[in-house]
């Protein structure tokens, strides 16, 4: 005896199963994170096959199985067609299923990230090629924030200190880190580079472990590329005064110039990657794709 | 299972990818076919499956799987730059890209159809419905796949 649940979910990732068949995990509203087989998805006449596409949300009904769940029946509630106009849309759009699914848990509602991660995928459906790069990276901050994660832009993460960006001085500057936990003065950052071994440590400490012996090269060379403390960065003052918008639901000024959403992308994939332990890896294709030279052509 | 198999045996040919048991397949070496219109799959089975047709009288080019960023597969791990120099060194006039409709698929399309543009006509194969299927029988996404892929009738 089969049980069978009702669910609202939409595709985050694919991979193929025997000869027809293909197994989705996708993020539901009601239950989080599930993975489910549609059952010869991969027939030419299936109605399964766009169904069971990437970024398609779907009405569905599911049966447990005693290893993996199955589709039994799937009614297309949105789909993004959008989405694939473009190589800039398609590759943001993979970035953010991406990190859904680093974050996302399973066996418990996630409604607020579905909601999030919907809202967001059809603004960057909507929007124009040039913006699309901005939409990302608002979107990446408040799926951050909706995990609890956001880095902390407008006060220094060590001293507490107000960071007032003046985009009138073009040589004003603050720090980021990840280890820190978002924006720093830019003193703070050069007192926490020099002390970049008292630093890991204390970090470590609050997380349980306490390994003071280790020598900081040791401690870089251990950590894999994506988790290492190092580099931190410095954030001129347009910059952080875009990353302080970020965490409002609109984007302000979607048509700034791309190479602060590019900056700001960096630092919040870096970010991302430290917090979750894991590289994105559709991150690269971004880089390729939203290049200077590719990003001028149409 | 099969496959990988014979893969293990045959080898691939060196100019298009294809599986071979030459170092260059019969395809390629074929005089009376057109090599100025190359058709771009992810896979061998393409290549099979489109010439069962009996329809394709040119050239291939098999790119060996689909980008898929979020398995890690990106664009250095297929033969595209291979493709890029072979249409930019011969005199392709077409670049017939002939890839599954799916996010991998067009993620693919695109970045291949945005490198190759600057050497040649590139076009890509039409998806719709399948031949004797009932429209009302269509699932959502295929339709409004279809009714985005529509054109003039001639
Ligand atoms: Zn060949």
Redesign the pocket.
Known sequence: MSRTYKAIGINLKATLLGEADRVLTILTKEHGLIRAVAMGARKQNSKMGGRSGLFVVNNLLIAQGKTLDKITQAETLESYPGLGRTLKKLTAGQYLAELVLNQALSEQPQEDLFYLLNEHLGRIERSHDTHVLAHLTHAIFQLLAIAGVAPQVHQCCLTQALLKPDVSDPHWQAGFSAIAGGAVTLEALEHMQAQDLLLSARVRSTGGEYRATLAPTAAIAAAPPHRSPSPNMTINAVELAVFQQLAHAELSQPSISSPVWLALERLLRQYAQYYFDRPIRSAALIDTCFAPELSESP | MALVEAKLQVGY?S????L?AEP??D??RAPNRDSKTICIVADSRDVIALEKTREYRG??HVLGGLISPIDGIGPEQLSIQQLVRRVSQQKVEEAILAISPSVEGETTTLYVGHLLKPFTRVTRIAFGLPMGGDLEYADEVTLARALEGRRDLE
């Open positions: 040919c100019v298009c990818g294809h071979s260059v397949c395809i390629c050239k291939y």
